[in-house]
């Protein structure tokens, strides 16, 4: 059977991949960005819409990295505007299940489904690193072997709390002067390892009955919890061999867990350039790189693997010749660690720009990755339905690198021969986001 491809938009995050230095780069702050962004998706009948979040400014070297966009608004309340503006397109926002307490996550997600009538979505992550904690009451409290404990008691209590109010218990009948059918809803007791509370849950079940649920993690342990308890996966895996090999991976996980296969959307973080020629696409391809990595970018990310400072490197000049500093102190706060083994990851970084004669600047051009999709629209959306009819993802998130227009073309000349090939929708069919992804309601 062939399957249908599911699409998702990223208001692209804080990272050196979103360009704000180019002339078309609007604001990252003001709501006419985010709206403009999800109408266009809207318009391309994706699925949902996407908000990352970071609880913390990223430091490096002791300096705030402004130089990766920093000062975003909060994901849920940008998506509760969003639910205004738009009918149709899913509504998703990244929560952090350490630092945020069950109630007021139910709460705030039960909230943002009433308002968009069934549209939201929670991604939810586990960052734990005590940096972030810093900001928050109980500070770096949670050990990192127990982020994912505490991130699935947390989503079992949201699920509790979002199954108190049975569907119809608000009755308002003004004849029997009755409101509630049941007098006292929305009873609720959890005692656990991490929570431990009980009470009333104020918000009547909502039209999805709960949100989607989307996972974020790679480890073991993150996606086995992907494969239990997740209706969605964000994944990093976009290369075609590594995103089949997880895809594979992850849904052989599920029947573990009593799940079928098509429970579980596999959704790879994706990025493209397009042209008109396939030529044209590889040099605006290599233009926006160029822009992704400034020299000074290029300096700040080769910091992140020597954790040194290496300011005085020139960065059309080599790569330093010792090796990285092995210390449990990262030069880069509040990101998550990025290689498993640096001085190995050195060594070939140095024999890579031995071999290409390449700076340090073009080096990390070269290894910290291409677009996922450059090509003409025809092969773009040949290659995004090749990956999900042959099982190397269901859909994708697409990444533009610039707001709030990096999605135009994409919906102006690779959505209509996806419309086309029959595998993506030519109008919506239902009005849930659950219903988009061909998901049960709770
Ligand atoms: C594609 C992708 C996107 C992520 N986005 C965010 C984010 O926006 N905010 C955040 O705090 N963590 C984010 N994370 C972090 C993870 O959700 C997770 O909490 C962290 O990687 C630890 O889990 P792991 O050890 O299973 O990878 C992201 C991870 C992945 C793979």
Do not use: C
Request: glycine letters at 10%; a negative charge.
């Amino acid at each position: 059977m062939t399957k249908q491809v599911i699409l998702a938009a990223h208001f692209p995050g804080v990272n050196n991949t979103t360009v704000w230095s180019d002339p078309a780069s609007g604001s990252q702050i003001a709501f006419d960005s985010f709206e403009r962004f999800a109408r266009t998706a809207e318009r391309g009948k994706f699925d949902f819409f996407f908000l990352a979040e970071g609880l913390r400014l990223r430091e490096q070297r002791g300096r705030i990295h402004d130089l990766d966009v920093v000062g975003r608004p909060d994901a849920l309340t940008v998506l509760a505007g969003l639910a205004a503006v738009t009918t149709r397109l899913g509504l998703t926002g990244t929560v952090n299940a350490t630092f945020n307490e069950p109630y007021e996550l139910a709460r705030k997600l039960a909230t943002l489904d009433h308002l968009s009538g069934g549209r939201a979505g929670w991604n939810i992550v586990t960052s734990s690193d005590a940096f972030t904690g810093e900001n928050f009451r109980r500070g770096g409290y949670l050990d990192r072997a127990d982020r994912y404990t505490r991130a699935a008691e947390v989503l079992q209590t949201a699920r509790e709390l979002w199954a108190t109010w049975p569907a119809g218990e608000v009755v308002a009948d003004p004849a029997s002067g009755v409101f509630v059918r049941h007098g006292a809803p929305g009873a609720f007791v959890h005692k656990g390892q991490h929570i431990d509370i009980e009470g009333h849950f104020t918000v009547p079940r909502s039209p999805q009955g709960r949100p989607l649920i989307i996972q974020a993690g790679d480890s073991g342990p993150g996606r086995d919890f992907a494969a239990r308890d997740a209706d969605a996966i964000f994944s990093r895996h976009g290369t075609f061999e590594d995103a089949k090999a997880f895809y594979a991976d992850v849904k052989g996980r599920m029947a573990g867990f009593g799940r079928r296969p098509d429970e579980l959307k596999i959704l790879p973080a994706s990025t493209f350039v397009l042209g008109d020629t396939e030529e044209e696409a590889r040099e605006r391809a290599h233009h926006v790189r160029r822009q992704q990595v400034s020299p000074q970018t290029a300096i700040l990310l080769l910091e992140q693997l020597w954790n040194k400072d290496l300011s005085d490197f020139d960065p059309e000049g080599p790569l330093p010749a010792f090796d990285p500093v092995l210390d449990d102190d990262s030069i880069i706060k509040g990101r998550a660690r990025m290689f498993d083994d640096p001085v190995a990851t050195a060594q070939q970084w140095r024999a890579l720009s031995e071999e290409k004669g390449l700076g340090i600047r073009d080096l990390i051009i070269e290894v910290f990755g291409r677009q996922t999709f450059i090509g003409t629209p025809a092969s773009v959306a040949e290659t995004l339905n090749r990956y999900v009819q042959e099982d190397a993802a269901d859909g994708f998130i697409l990444v533009p690198h610039i707001v709030p227009g990096g999605l135009d073309e994409f919906v102006d000349q690779v959505v209509p021969l996806l419309q086309e090939r029959g595998v993506l929708r030519a109008d919506y069919t239902t009005t849930t986001l659950r219903g988009h992804l061909g998901l049960a309601h709770e």
